[in-house]
């Protein structure tokens, strides 16, 4: 069973950065093969923010976060990393980590079988 936990969420004033972790554990190749960073604003539905998938060279950023958010992993697998820099107060919202084991964006939720717990970022103005 995939178990994702993230941390480096907190509390920056707008313009700043924060790095998000993602460490995966009891997991295979096969069904961590697509990693996925998503988030829930107050009110909204929850969103794709940025997905890789490292064996098929396969990034995907929403719009919103083009430019500004870098979405990585090490090398060994076992950790996915969001890089989010020039913070907006519209970006402040709980964020999820998320894998799949097929070939997937993070354009839907559903097509994600694990899941984090997540962590609060909230970016003041």
């Known amino acids: 069973q995939v178990q994702l936990v993230e941390s480096g969420g907190g509390s920056v004033q707008a313009g700043g950065s924060l790095r998000l972790s993602c460490s995966a554990s009891?997991?295979?190749?096969?069904?961590?093969?697509?990693m996925a960073w998503f988030r829930r604003a107050p009110g909204r539905e929850r969103e794709g923010v940025a997905s890789l998938c490292p064996g098929g060279g396969l990034t995907y950023y929403a719009d919103s976060v083009k430019g500004r958010f870098s979405i990585s992993q090490d090398n060994a697998r076992k950790t996915l990393y969001l890089q989010m820099d020039s913070l907006k107060p519209e970006d402040t919202a709980v964020y999820y980590c998320?894998?799949?084991?097929?070939?997937?964006?993070?354009?839907?939720?559903?097509?994600?079988?694990?899941w984090g717990q997540g962590t609060q970022v909230t970016v003041s103005s």
């Open positions: 998320a894998a799949s084991p097929s070939w997937v964006v993070a354009t839907n939720q559903a097509n994600f079988a694990y």
């Open positions: 009891g997991y295979s190749t096969i069904s961590t093969r697509c």
